[in-house]
């Protein structure tokens, strides 16, 4: 059903008619991550969706007359990472109930669901507002449920709107998901963004979900109403449809001026569900909002008790948060909040370079090393940490030699790279780089100043009689003298000789 508004034109001329009242967003995010297990939460079936469609799935996730579901003990620890990484409070007792509702991709015509009884409830995101201080975005809950299948339409752009068939593929039927539902205190598109970012950076951490945006791991819904500065409320609309943190920001900033415009003219919002157009970059009307209850409570599945012994199993694997650690770093480790921010993006990074101070290497270097030289490889390269063949140890070994003036950085770099390229051992690398550890030093570093003293004796002259007072000139001879020795001098003798050299008298 259309509502008023509807169209993308957000310019209406009626608008200046109530241009003194002011309206504040209020936004509520439900959010359904892939939990991270080898099988569907009710069979045996595989979670690779890959392959050719309706090859993953059995007579359990299918919905077939005499089958019995079992729930996944794997699942339900999952779901409690994920929710523990959320601060939420674990639930002695939970239940499944049955969703029914009438699609094509839902085969048993129910889907199974925790609903009024959730695993976990009562969490919290700590996010930055639009003035840059400190909010907590608070989780209702966290509940299991069952993911279901997938339709294929035949329009090129693989939509429903024009197709003229479509197909299903039950592969994902029965994928074990995680629906996190946030209270309404989210008041922008962007906090929203902070708040979704954070939580699957949080999740990921705990290791109870990859969140592949990619591959369908982690989808969004929005809960949008706009509250007038005159007291008034409009309806919530929900918008469905988005899969990207560019797509959740824009369907919301387009929800909040769409709905502004109705109510700047006097309308109501319709409580209804919308679809986010991507291509578009608008929402559409698809259904009002039911308020039937459609929820009963599956009498194959018994209720879910999570013991206090259980509970704390699953909480001895949860490491330390992204944010925590982030924090650590910069109060113990003197790392700026940037660097800690970047060596904490994910948990293999944070597991590397912890690694890399743990076998020796100063803080402070091994944050800079990993940041550029690390992360330029995984770049370049297109693998992971775990691909990488200079481990942690080896890293450390060789920054310590660079800090112990056994090379240069150049030289470090370098012998990095051949490291990297062929899989050799840090002296093995060395040695394939042709250089020597402690530099050009003395008499070979000496004649080299001297060829290039001799080379540029312009320069030389305009240093000696006063005319390089910022030293630009002397960086210049500097510059050189590192081009001749490849790199293999070290900066601070190269400086101190060169001083010593333009010292001496010319006669």
């Keep these: 059903p259309p509502s008023r508004g509807e169209g993308s034109d957000m310019s209406g001329k009626d608008e200046n008619m109530n241009s003194e009242l002011t309206f504040t967003p209020v936004i509520g995010i439900e959010i359904h991550i892939q939990l991270k297990t080898d099988t569907k939460i009710f069979c045996g079936c ?11 799935i059995c007579p359990v996730c299918m919905g077939l007359p005499g089958t019995l579901p079992v729930l996944n003990e794997k699942v339900v620890e999952q779901g409690l990472l994920a929710g523990m990484a959320l601060n939420c409070s674990v639930q002695p007792a939970s239940l ?9 991709d839902l085969p048993k015509g129910y889907q199974t669901s925790q609903c009024d009884l959730p695993i976990v409830a009562g969490g919290y995101i ?3 507002d ?29 939509r429903l709107e024009g197709a003229e068939t479509s197909y299903v593929d039950y592969n994902r039927s029965g994928l074990p998901l995680a629906e996190i539902v946030s209270e309404p205190d989210v ?7 902070e708040y979704v970012t954070t939580l699957r950076r949080r999740v990921r951490y705990a290791g109870a979900s990859d969140v592949d945006l990619e591959k369908g791991m982690m989808r969004f819904d929005a ?5 007038c500065s005159d007291g008034r409320w409009g309806r919530k609309v929900e918008v469905k449809n988005m899969n990207s943190f560019h797509a959740l920001e824009r369907a919301i900033e387009y929800e909040i001026k769409r709905q502004k415009k109705v109510l700047l003219q006097g309308g109501q919002v319709l409580q209804e569900t919308r679809h986010w157009n991507d291509a578009k970059g608008v929402t559409t009307g698809s259904r009002l909002k039911e308020f039937y209850r459609k929820f009963i409570v599956d009498p194959d599945l018994p209720p879910l008790h999570v013991s206090r012994e259980w509970e704390e199993r699953v909480r001895a694997l949860m490491p330390e948060m992204p944010d925590v650690k982030a924090e650590r770093y910069v109060r113990e480790m ?3 909040e940037d660097a800690a921010q970047v060596l904490t993006e994910s948990r293999e990074m944070a597991e590397y370079f912890e690694a890399c101070v743990a076998a020796g290497a100063a803080p402070q270097r091994a944050a800079n090393w990993v940041r550029t030289e690390v992360l330029r490889v995984l770049n370049d390269r297109q693998i992971s940490l775990g691909e990488l063949t200079v481990r942690p140890e080896a890293l450390a070994e060789l920054v310590g030699r660079v800090d112990a003036g056994r090379l240069s950085t150049t030289q470090a770099k370098a012998v990095f790279d051949r490291m990297v390229e062929s899989s050799l051992t840090l002296d093995e690398a060395v040695k394939a780089c042709g250089v020597t550890e402690g530099g050009v030093v003395g008499d070979a570093l000496s004649g ?26 002397i960086k210049f001879l500097q510059g050189l003298v590192m081009k001749e020795t490849k790199g293999q001098a070290r900066p601070p003798e190269v400086a101190a000789a060169l001083e010593s050299a333009l010292r001496c008298d010319p006669k």
């Design 96 to 104: 499944f109930f049955r969703k029914s509702y009438f699609y094509p």
């Design 130 to 158: 639009d003035e840059g201080r400190l909010k907590r975005i608070r989780v209702h809950h966290l509940h299991l449920e069952e993911d279901v299948g997938k339709l294929h339409h035949s329009a090129s752009d693989g």
């Design 126 to 128: 700590e996010v930055h």
């Design 223 to 227: 809960n949008v109403s706009m509250k």
């Design 187 to 193: 008041s922008s598109a962007r906090e929203a963004v």
């Design 448 to 473: 080299t100043i001297r060829s290039v003293l001799e080379a540029n004796a312009d320069v030389v002259a305009e240093i000696r009689s006063g005319g390089d007072p910022k030293g630009k000139k």
């Design 46 to 56: 595989s979670t690779d969706t890959g392959g050719e469609p309706n090859t993953h």
């Design 334 to 336: 003197k790392l700026s």
